[in-house]
């Protein structure tokens, strides 16, 4: 691959399947369907930024399997290392780490994922986040820079606003927190347009009205 090149997922097309080993063992991508995955990827193991992180996923590990999701990370380091670091992060500060963590030392799957980008580094992942439906399909994907740790409650609230979504068949607007008002599909027809202030919701114009879920 040129190493100016970076190849990225499509958002809503299925998601790059892989088999890895993990910390838990070997695992399948695509034999998680029926559920939803957040694989997530972090520059390397015994770093301050990064054993923050792990710490910050491992408080919300339960709250994400109750939403049906199964948590997975990754980096370049070897399973040795990721088994020496969670092993660490327990004794020292007291945090069992409960998801795998994918060994990626080929960087294939880093390279599937365009967790690679040579203007931060050549030989760690970029922290990026994948949330990947039920289905298998990629329904959202974040980016940020190997010096910034992410921010755990916008991981939840986006796995909640992607679920209502399908629940729902609606959108969510700006700033939208579970329980806030979502967004009704805009009428497609000059008849829908017309008939929409009757169907009962909280409409600003014709194409932007609000409901309760």
Known sequence: MDEACITLPALGEPAPDFTAETTHGQIKLSDYKGKWVVLFSHPADFTPVCTTE????????????ALNVQLIG?????????????????????????FPIIADLSMNIAKKFGMI?????????VRCVFFIDDKGIMRAMIYYPLQNGRFMPE???????????????????????????????????????????????????????????
């Not at 792990?54 to 399997?65: H, K, Q, R, T, V």
């Not at 980008?117 to 760690?124: D, E, F, Y």
Request: proline share 8%; net charge neutral; aromatic share 10%.
């Open 54 to 65: 792990f710490i910050a996923f491992g408080a919300i590990y339960d709250e994400l399997c």
């Open 117 to 125: 980008h040579p203007g931060q580094s050549m030989t760690a992942a």
């Open 155 to 213: 991981i939840i609230r986006l796995v909640k606003a992607l679920q209502t979504t399908d629940t729902y068949r609606v959108s969510t607007p700006a700033n939208w927190q579970p329980g806030d008002k979502v967004v009704v599909p805009p009428p497609k027809t000059a008849a829908e347009m017309e008939k929409r202030p009757t169907e009962g919701y909280e409409c600003k114009d014709w194409y932007l009205c609000f409901k309760k879920v």
């Open 74 to 98: 990754l980096s370049v380091d070897s399973i040795s290392a990721h088994l020496a670091w969670v092993h660490a992060i327990k004794e020292k500060m007291g945090v069992t780490i409960p």
